[in-house]
Structures are given as C-alpha cells and as structure tokens.
C-alpha cells in the first residue's frame, strides 16, 4: 500500500470542485430535480443537523480503525516494527467488530500479486514486527505488553465501529448492504492496497446517493446524514486490471 498522505492529495477537492461547478441546482422553491446525479449529494449535506456533521463517538472509532490500516501499511512496506506495534495498539483500542452484509462471493480466490500483503490483525502484526526486531529490547518488551492484552479477549463494543477486509476483482464492483442507526453520521473508510484506483458510493434505502468518493486514489472518505434506521447499498469499483485488497471500517 501507498502512504495515506500520498494517494489522499489535492485531487480529491479538485474532484469535488469540479462536480459541483457541473451541476446547477434547481430554484428555491421549485419541486424540478437537478439532471446532475453528484447534486443531490451536495444537496443533502447542506440540509445536515450541525450536530451530525461532527466527530462523534461512533464515528472517530472509525477514524482510528483507518489510521491503523495505513500504520500497517507503512510498516509492513518500510520493515517498521514500531509501526506495526502502533497499528496494533489502535485497532486494539478501537476493537471493530466483523463486518458482514456484502453480496456475492467473500475474499474471492486470486493470483498472488507481488509484495507485502497487509495482514490486518493485530496478533500477526505483533508477531510480524517482533520478527522484524532482530531482538530489539525494546520492542520485544512492548510487544509483550501488547500481547498481554490480546490475550485478555477484549470485545467490540456494542455500537462500536466495524470492519473487514476483502477483495474486488479487477474492472467489477463489490456491493455490500450495511445496516445503520438513525439519526446520526453515517461513516466509512476503505483503505486498498495502493494498486488501483478504487471509486467509492452509497446510496440509501431509496435508492438516493448520498455519499460518494471518486477521485484517483483507492482511499475512500464517505460521510452522510444517516436521518432514520436502515441499510444502505456501499459500491466499491475497481478501476484497475489486477485485484484490489482493502480494508473496509465503518460505524
């Protein structure tokens, strides 16, 4: 995987910038939809209670769980042991739960792609940054520590954040249907493996988009107004001609 600060650059608001400069909303007042799908993304937020547009307990776990993804990433392709034992450190703090709901085939069978798959649990990347150490006191020691607190079987919370990891072919969609509460900040994160270019959308029960992240990179931000309890449909297109393997965290 690439580096967070790479691949999420000044293209993503060049993106956006662009969208919303396409699109011309309708009169005030008028019941005329835009012809602009991205619109009614634009639309929606602009209706959002403020309360709902900020961090919040059931979202910055989230944050953390995507923070620990790209700390693995970084060190499982930069040999850190530290770094590893960081991401560890976070995913076990924020202690997502499994996530289900996609549609079709988990974890499809593939070729090997070359270098370092990212193993995103915290025992093997305990286990990895020790081997990484050469003996290192040091990290042995926090290792320990970490490892100590593995064993103790620290469960996600109820309402916590949730996550997996699978894959997209290359040139198809994954679709996964994700049940939430109402009332409050919807938020997912999907973190690939730096191969492709992923392009991210959600639409909610009726069939409105209301979140979406297409700018070139695989690194997906999507945020919404989640106003009353139900599924949403999540869309992951892999634009690319090899698989794509991500991690996928949400509230």
Known sequence: MKSLVTRKNMLYGSVL???????VPPAVGTVVGSTCAMCSVFETKAAVPAAAKAASPT???VDVVALAADLASHGYSANSPLALLTAADLLMQASPSALSGKQGTRMPSVTAKSGTPV????????SSALAMSSGNANVSALATQL???LATGAKGAVGGPRSAVDRVLSNTTDVWEISF????????RVEGD????????VYNSAGTLVAYDNDLTD????????SSAGSIRLEIKNLGDVYNEYILSTN
């Open 17 to 23: 910038v662009a969208v919303a400069a396409a699109c």
């Open 59 to 61: 979202t910055r776990p």
């Open 119 to 126: 193993r995103f649990d915290a025992g093997a990347m305990i």
């Open 147 to 149: 490892q100590n607190r």
């Open 181 to 188: 509460r109402g009332g409050e900040r919807g938020s997912i």
């Open 194 to 201: 730096g191969d492709t270019d992923l392009d991210c959308y």
């Open 219 to 226: 690194y997906c931000i999507l945020d919404w107004y989640q």
